[in-house]
């Protein structure tokens, strides 16, 4: 049975550490094999090593914690409108589309993961900390993924009509 939702929402428990399901969702989402200490292990790892550069720079315009990094870094990298190709006469269409909440988390937790593993030769903990510090800087290619998925979305405005 395809598209049908699991009940993972009803079921997902807040993380330890932060007491938020967001950050639980994404330890969810790092996760291999079924190895959740691991993944825990590795997202804890990226919080430690940006509150160390927090600590260390104290930058003005940014938070204190690592926390509230990893929740304006996923502001950052938030789509608001995707394109999705659509048949309508014989032609195919790129239709520009809002997205729900849901969809929207779901791409920014894929582009910011995805963009951390493309990195090789570092730890992942050290490429997710990385990304996510970028990000929070509104700079990175999580954050170049969804300016090119804005870009598409403008471009083909003049089909938003087919949306349905």
Not at 58 to 86: C, H, Y
Not at 102 to 112: A, E
Request: aromatic share 8%.
């Amino acid at each position: 049975m395809a598209g049908k939702f699991t009940a993972s929402a009803t079921q997902l428990r807040p993380d330890p550490r932060y007491k938020d399901l967001v950050v639980a969702k994404f330890i969810n989402c790092i996760m291999y094999d079924g190895k959740k200490a691991t993944a825990t292990r590795v997202v804890y790892g990226a919080f430690d090593l940006i509150q160390n550069k927090l600590d260390k720079d104290k930058p003005e315009n940014l938070p204190k914690t690592a926390f509230e990094v990893f929740q304006l870094a996923l502001d950052n990298v938030r789509p608001n409108v995707e394109v999705r190709s659509k048949r309508i006469g014989g032609a195919n269409y790129q239709v520009p589309m809002q997205l729900n909440k849901r969809r929207q988390q779901s791409l920014t937790f894929r582009w910011v993961i995805g963009s951390a593993r493309e990195e090789k030769g570092k730890p992942i903990a050290t490429r997710l900390a990385k990304e996510l510090w970028d990000a929070a800087m509104n700079t990175g290619k999580a954050v170049t993924t969804k300016e090119n998925t804005h870009r598409m979305a403008e471009a083909n405005r003049a089909f938003a009509h087919f949306a349905r």
